[in-house]
């Protein structure tokens, strides 16, 4: 992120991406549930609309920020949820196996 060339048609895609799945419509079920769940955590309307707009409002120097700021690899962690069989075929890929 920090050192290649980013064309900005590329960061209005993902921009338009994450646009597109909160104005997704939902079945009226899944409507209710997700009403239910913004009162609960007092996600208001003007609150969901605010974070619709620096969505819309995010820049390349934004991500840039960001990713300078929190995505550090050497803070970085990975982990591989699969079943046993599939962990057998694979092999651990030199991670520590945690059985849950």
């Known amino acids: 992120m920090l050192t290649g060339k980013h064309e900005w048609r590329m960061v209005e895609e ?7 799945n909160i104005d997704k419509p ?10 239910f769940h913004n009162l609960l955590h007092g996600r208001t309307r ?4 605010a974070f619709r707009q ?4 995010v820049k ?3 991500l840039k920020r960001v990713t300078e700021t929190y995505l550090h690899p050497d803070k970085a962690s990975t982990a591989v949820i699969c079943n ?12 520590d196996v945690i059985n849950l």
């Open 14 to 20: 993902a921009i338009l991406g994450v646009i597109g």
């Open 26 to 35: 939902g079945s009226p079920s899944g409507e209710a549930r997700q009403a």
């Open 46 to 49: 003007e609150k969901l609309q």
């Open 54 to 57: 620096n969505v819309l409002n």
């Open 60 to 62: 390349l120097d934004d």
């Open 84 to 95: 046993a069989a599939t962990l057998d075929q694979k092999g651990n890929l030199g991670l």
